[in-house]
């Protein structure tokens, strides 16, 4: 498969109305953001199209739109924001009322106005994931027991954030979804509504055409990420053209970050089933 390489986001928006962008790793690697990838969504928003920022972080949109705030990236770069915390809020409501979070305490906004009750393992039917309790530490091994437990008592697992793996500078830290992930396997019912699933989608639509002010067609939407299973599987399933930013959480497998093997990135996206329309080795 030929892949094109683009170096401007411009070449390419002319035949849409919306653009859903992916934040970790496109906007910024949580310690830093990119003040190219920023200016130009901000660019995007000065064309008449409309830009809304969708991420699988496990928190609402205001704790998001404050950590991106601090890493330099303006209001004006985006017209809103949805997250996997947002939407896992419905998927919290419509069950059981007593919670045993894992995750750090900093994800602890996902319950405000809810009416749920954070409670101890024992105690808890219903497991709500966000992250890991360390991140910096830890490894989904470290949980190995505890899922077990969990899975006992057929406990239903809500994750907030999909991810497996997001960057932190210049590695790579787990997320819920690793955890997730290793409870299916044992037999475990996840319930997921970030991203690669349809609802943040659903929402994201919503809140495109909000700003536009008119109906919004999946065909004049573009979608922006640098995670397969995540951003590229969840703009294919829900219909939406897609560019791939190499120098994500793949770009070690291309080679040296910032310097892909464009060969090996033809060949990981073609063995995925991803058709592009364009790359970017980062957002500009």
């Known amino acids: 498969m030929g892949v094109r390489q683009i170096a401007s986001l411009a070449e390419i928006t002319g035949g849409y109305d919306a653009i859903f962008c992916d934040v970790w790793g496109v906007l910024h690697n949580g310690v830093r953001s990119w003040t190219a990838a920023w200016k130009a969504l901000a660019a995007e928003r000065e064309a008449g199209r409309a830009v809304v920022l969708i991420t699988n972080a496990p928190r609402p949109k205001g704790p998001v739109a404050e950590q991106l705030a601090s890493l330099g990236v303006p209001a004006e ?29 900093r994800d602890t906004s996902l319950y405000d106005g809810l009416d749920v009750e954070l409670v101890e ?129 793949h770009a070690r497998e291309y080679g040296t970050p910032g310097n892909p093997d464009y060969e090996k990135m033809a060949a990981h996206l073609d063995g995925f089933g991803a058709r592009p329309v364009a790359t970017m080795t980062k957002l500009a």
């Open 121 to 249: 393992e024992r105690e808890a039917s219903v497991v709500v994931c966000t992250g890991l309790f360390d991140d910096d530490n830890e490894t989904p091994a470290d949980y190995r027991e505890m899922l077990q437990r969990l899975r006992a008592r057929d406990l239903p697992f809500i994750c907030a954030n999909p991810d497996i793996v997001v960057e932190r500078g210049d590695r790579l830290i787990y997320c819920a979804g690793a955890l997730a992930k290793d409870f299916g396997m044992l037999g475990g019912r996840t319930l997921i509504a970030g991203k690669p699933h349809a609802p943040i989608y659903h929402d994201a639509m919503a809140r495109a055409a909000a700003a536009l002010g008119r109906d919004l067609d999946r065909s004049r939407v573009l979608a922006i990420g640098d995670g397969l299973t995540t951003d590229v599987k969840g703009a294919m399933d829900y219909g939406l053209d897609f560019l791939f930013v190499s120098d994500g959480i």
């Open 77 to 105: 770069a985006f017209d809103d924001i949805v997250t996997s915390g947002d939407v896992t809020r419905a998927l919290i409501s419509q069950n059981a009322r007593m919670v045993f979070h894992i995750g750090p305490d």
